[in-house]
């Protein structure tokens, strides 16, 4: 019997600042993990969108970059920012295009404290923190809705206006209660602030147990978002999977991300769970000025983002294989001055190569 071939279209965005850097390790360890599986091979095609582009084009990308992206099966992405482009002409003008545009409505991000990173959290280590946020990435407080009048004057009224649909946050629910579901523990925190906000925070409460009806072996609890701060800092063991809105969760992964010990290792994923559209794999962090082109960017949150799309693309044993590399790293001490270290980018990645090219997973 001959295996079947497997082939992905992959489309990569390094974009601004440390994207390239950690984008170009990111394909060479996909390149890495190919090489392990002779019937497993990627086609990578290169986009030079971002603020240098902008400042030629007058757009971050062109206007029928989605239509671009459309045939890939997935989108690997850098960061967005420069010093001399506003920060919502990057941000909206690339990033949140390709979001909405590909209605990549859950944003899902793993934290765990990886052997030989350091945490903040007194007497934590390795097992203490492994959680999953689900945070909703189309609606909610990021609706875009609302505007000001009487601007300047001392009458000047501004609206920020939180949307939540029933469509939007069902759909959210059921994939963190499908999520949970698929991790050991069944474990599921959904998150609102529904004493304070008492019309859509108390949907969410309401939808969540609905769908929670069909998850009978998922248990679940709900938290109000300024306790669950506590709760994530005193007691991390008590949690596993999480799902929260637009802002919520925005704050909590970035409180996750530290507790862990660096925006560097911190992955997300933007995921259209229909597959209608091509899903997006990104580091968390910006484009970092203070350290682009020195060499020392933190690989290890966009490797990460690997595994996720090699899990997204359904190459299980590739993602297993790369994540466990991964971590063999970290704990061996070859990690960038971010988390402690001393070695480059170009070190982590040659390491990380090394790994997977030995494994015998
Ligand atoms: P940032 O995430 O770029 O940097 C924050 C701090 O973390 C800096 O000290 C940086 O050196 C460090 N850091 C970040 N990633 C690292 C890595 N891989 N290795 C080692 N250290 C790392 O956030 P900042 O400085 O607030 O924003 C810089 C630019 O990035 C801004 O223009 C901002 O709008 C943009 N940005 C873009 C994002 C995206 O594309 N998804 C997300 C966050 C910010
Ligand atoms: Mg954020």
């Known amino acids: 019997m001959w295996a079947e071939k497997r082939s992905y279209r992959i489309a990569a965005i390094p974009a601004d600042g440390i994207g390239p850097d950690v984008v170009g390790a990111g394909l060479r360890v996909l390149e890495a993990v190919a090489a392990r599986d002779e019937d497993l091979s990627f086609e990578i095609t290169h986009y030079d969108w971002g603020s240098d582009y902008y400042k030629i084009h007058g757009e971050m990308m062109p206007a029928d970059g989605l239509d671009q992206l459309k045939a890939h099966d997935a989108i690997l992405f850098g960061a967005v920012g420069s010093k001399d482009v506003p920060d919502h002409i990057t941000l909206w003008g690339l990033r949140l295009q390709i979001c909405q545009g590909f209605d990549q409505y859950a944003n899902i991000r793993p934290t765990r404290i990886l052997p030989g990173i350091p945490t903040p959290l007194h007497g934590k280590g390795v097992g203490d923190l492994d959680w999953v946020i689900v945070r909703e990435n189309s609606e909610g407080e990021y609706s875009g809705h609302g505007g000001r009048v009487h601007r300047?004057?001392?009458?000047?009224?501004?609206?920020?206006?939180?949307?939540?649909?029933?469509?939007?946050?069902?759909?959210?629910?059921?994939?963190?209660?499908?999520?949970?579901?698929?991790?050991?523990?069944?474990?599921?925190?959904?998150?609102?602030?529904?004493?304070?906000?008492?019309?859509?925070?108390?949907?969410?409460?309401?939808?969540?147990?609905?769908?929670?009806?069909?998850?009978?072996?998922?248990?679940?609890?709900?938290?109000?978002?300024?306790?669950m701060t506590v709760r994530m800092t005193r007691y991390p063991e008590s949690l596993d999977t999480i799902v929260a809105t637009n802002l919520h969760a925005d704050i909590l992964s970035d409180l996750a991300g530290a507790l862990a010990g660096s925006l560097g290792v911190a992955p997300t994923a933007n995921i259209d769970p229909e597959r209608r559209f091509p899903s997006m794999f990104e580091p968390i962090h910006g484009s970092a000025f203070d350290i682009a082109g020195k060499g020392i960017a933190n690989p290890v949150a966009t490797f990460w983002t690997v595994c996720q799309m090699l899990e997204h693309l359904g190459e299980i044993e590739s993602a297993a294989r790369l994540m466990k590399a991964i971590e063999d790293v970290c704990a061996s001490g070859t990690m960038t001055p971010d988390v402690g270290g001393q070695a480059t980018t170009q070190i982590v990645t040659d390491a990380v190569i090394q790994a997977i090219r030995t494994s015998n997973a």
């Open 152 to 227: 300047g004057l001392p009458e000047e009224v501004a609206t920020e206006v939180a949307i939540f649909t029933r469509t939007g946050v069902t759909r959210i629910m059921r994939y963190a209660f499908r999520l949970a579901q698929a991790r050991p523990r069944k474990f599921l925190t959904v998150v609102t602030k529904s004493n304070a906000q008492r019309h859509g925070m108390v949907m969410w409460d309401e939808i969540a147990a609905e769908v929670a009806q069909d998850f009978p072996d998922v248990t679940w609890d709900k938290m109000l978002v300024d306790a």
